[in-house]
């Protein structure tokens, strides 16, 4: 079947609250994807700063394949081999002491609002309810995760919100004091805000949210769904400020496309969720964490957060260059291989976006205007100026609005 006749299917068949490009997926290899029609792009998305291994890696499909003929599914009444391994490779690596696995982002992110609530509850502190996160931020689409979301436009129609939260603008350190008080459960923010635009928090911006958490008695929780996992140039995002969060949501690169999130937490947490206090069918389930171990290998034999650093820098100079000379583009921003380009007022995004794609690269948007650029950890400098050239190519000549 060509690409029409299974999407016309689509059309008829699926909810209608995606609107995909019009192409549909059959294979893919490192960077690289092909369609039902033998098409081919270079894929500078990676599901959105997900696969970081690459596409069909096939270390982690032969972990997938040994560990689904062996044991894919117990439930949490019983320990497995798998999850435990995962938990304590995460403990090596990161600066977290506990974990707690679940299947999304969203999910990973409704256990922390959870978890900070609970934890002053157990500690006799029933008042303390509330959350603060911060306008622009993204954190999933599950009602908890939506309520502490900053962007009016997935709430609407979709409300009541959880409640008890407060949004403030991001990077704006005297918004968060005024925010934070004795009442305040959790400050839940991400070291760099992926959705929101591929926006940097300072230093000085996450040492101050930490030091006023501290002072006022909330938990600091960071939301590194999308910049975890080597995608910024370190393992977790929050190295670079050396601002180390109470508890932090982890998912996207995990599992490199195998759906897994995760709630990693320091030691004085341990016991924020007693038992029976939050769970999950599928979390941890064995085939979950076989293939997030492997993905952990497959970091390690190929040097990939290095790779994330030494190529994101290389891409960062590229598209600062970039912006300097296109009037399209106002500034380059962001960390390793979470990188954006925001376009000027009166540029098209999705234009851009679609023209792109037609010289066969693909690339996502994010915060509306920034063209952003999360390919595989695996990606080289020469795939990186191949897809450099096609954008380059697009922006000279800039799809304007109206
Ligand atoms: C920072 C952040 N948090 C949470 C989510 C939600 O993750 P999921 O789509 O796996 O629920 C995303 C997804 O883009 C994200 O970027």
Known sequence: MSNQQLIDVAQRTFLANYRPAPM????????????????????????????????????????????????MHVSN??????????AEQLAARTAFDRFYFCNSGAEANEALLKLARRAHFERGDTQRTGMVAALSSFHGRTMGALSMTGQPKYHEGMGPMVGDVQHVPYGDLAALEQ????????????????????VVGSTEYLQG????????GALLLFDEVQTGFGRTGSFLAHEHSGVLPDACALAKGIGSGFPLGAVAVREALTDALPPGTHATTYGGNPLACAAALAVLEIFDAEGLVDNSQRVGQYLGDKL???????????????????????????????????????????????????????????????????????????????????
Do not use: M
């Open 24 to 71: 549909v997926l059959e294979k893919g290899e490192g960077c690289r994807l092909e369609d039902v029609e033998g098409n081919r792009w270079l894929d500078l998305c990676a599901g959105i700063a997900v696969v970081c291994v690459g596409h069909g890696h096939p270390k982690l499909a032969a972990a997938i394949a040994e560990q689904a003929g062996r044991l």
């Open 77 to 86: 009444l019983f320990y497995n081999r798998r999850a435990i391994e995962l």
């Open 179 to 198: 925010a934070v008080d004795g009442r305040t459960a959790g400050v839940l923010l991400e070291p760099v805000q992926g959705e929101g635009g591929v």
């Open 209 to 216: 949210a930490r030091k006023l958490c501290d002072d006022r």
């Open 320 to 402: 600062g260059a970039l912006a300097q000379r296109n009037d399209a583009v106002v500034e380059a921003r962001g960390l390793g291989l979470l990188r954006g380009l925001k376009l000027a007022a009166d540029v098209d995004p999705g234009a851009v976006l679609a023209a792109v794609r037609d010289q066969g690269v693909l690339l996502s948007l994010a915060g509306g205007d920034v063209l952003r650029f999360t390919p595989p950890l695996c990606v080289t400098t020469a795939e990186l100026d191949e897809g450099l050239e096609a954008v380059e190519r697009v922006l000279q000549n800039a799809p304007r609005k109206g």
